[in-house]
């Protein structure tokens, strides 16, 4: 059997990215990275571990300066995250150069391991209006990194993947079916409590669940009871 | 008098970077960051610490994720640093995506503090050869980091300023001195010793000395006897 290629997949413990994780599980061997950096709902990265486990995937929490993530709904406790729906405009749940933070890191470690494909779950449909989900800024972003190391200046060419970037949610979760994901695993909430149970109301929440009613099918997620 | 603009400033300790600060603070209210990456070159931190205080800037150390800054002479003690002065290629000193780790996490705190404006002491004439510190690579960065960010989607325009990018090492000299920047306080060297002594024949060693004499002026690098 050939070997397959490396790939470095972020996983947040999500919706989106577990998807991403199974479908890139299909072409290369996962090498998964999830961020520690204060979020509100570290039980995501309970969900990622879990997540990585289940693919066979090599797994590495990088654990950001505390202070760095900052000014956002999810990281700092006095900014109230919303719940009463979507709003015009990007939200104050919005992270401050969030992707370019996770990206930087996954270029690092994509040229130690000699690997050359990046994977994001980023999605441009049904998201939160955040300007580092768009596809501009992830090919602005592959363009620099082609240009940032010596596996570029060498000749590898460095591709950053965005396999959901134009789905709808309903498409994302029929796909990940298909695949065989247990969405009970993963943790979306911008507010999980820490057993990852959610809140139900965030935009994230709504998004996930409108999600599993367009497409037809049960919403596996662990609600807390209010 | 009116309120300077801010401006983060990337300050390694080093003899570019406090050249930068010098320049910098000319016109900008300066937010320093240093990041400790497990670089052998600890000395340098305690130079940037120095810098940032002469010109009461802001000064601000970001931790890495250990084993993210990796393969590289810099960061890991099995991989000799070379003394026989630069070869071809680029060097084994290399650190992967140094700069965009660095970049993204200065784009992160420029948008907290909303600034406009990042100054980072790359040069493409008297270096080492790093892909990262070419101009076409800087363009790419702050185009991509124009499409990240809210405050790029808001029309704030984000600016990375690399003052140094086709100066000589004896212009940037020359330049710092009529600043009145302390060169004495600057640790370039690869392998500085805890009290910020310079090996003297590293690749950063020779292109600094070769500066100071190619400036005609006095060499302040305090140098280790061997």
Do not use: W
Not at 145 to 166: C, D, F, S, W, Y
Not at 204 to 212: I, M
């Amino acid at each position: 059997m050939a070997h397959s290629p490396k790939a470095i997949v972020l996983l947040s413990g999500g919706l989106d990215s577990a998807t991403v994780l199974a479908i890139a599980s299909a072409t290369f061997e996962c090498h998964a990275i999830s961020f520690d950096y204060h979020q509100r709902h570290v039980a995501e990265l309970n969900a990622a571990k879990q997540l990585a486990r289940c693919y066979q995937a090599r797994h590495q929490v990088i654990k950001l300066d505390d202070g760095v993530m900052a000014g956002s709904a999810l990281t700092d406790s006095r900014i109230a995250v919303p719940q009463s729906g979507l709003e015009q405009g990007i939200p104050v749940t919005y992270v401050p150069a969030r992707n370019t933070v996770f990206l930087a890191h996954a270029l690092a470690v994509a040229e130690v391991q000699a690997s050359n494909d990046i994977l994001i779950g980023v999605n441009a449909v049904d998201y939160s209006g955040y300007p580092d989900c768009r596809p501009e800024y992830i090919n602005a972003f592959e363009r620099m990194a082609n240009l940032a190391t010596k596996a570029g200046v060498e000749g590898q060419r460095l591709n950053i993947h965005a396999p959901l970037l134009h789905m709808s949610k309903a498409d994302i979760i029929a796909n990940g079916l298909e695949l065989g994901v247990d969405y009970s695993l993963t943790v979306s909430c911008y507010q999980a409590d820490l057993q990852g149970r959610a809140c139900g109301v965030c935009d994230s929440c709504r998004l996930r669940r409108a999600g599993f009613e367009a497409a037809g099918v049960g919403d596996p997620t662990r609600y807390q009871t209010r």
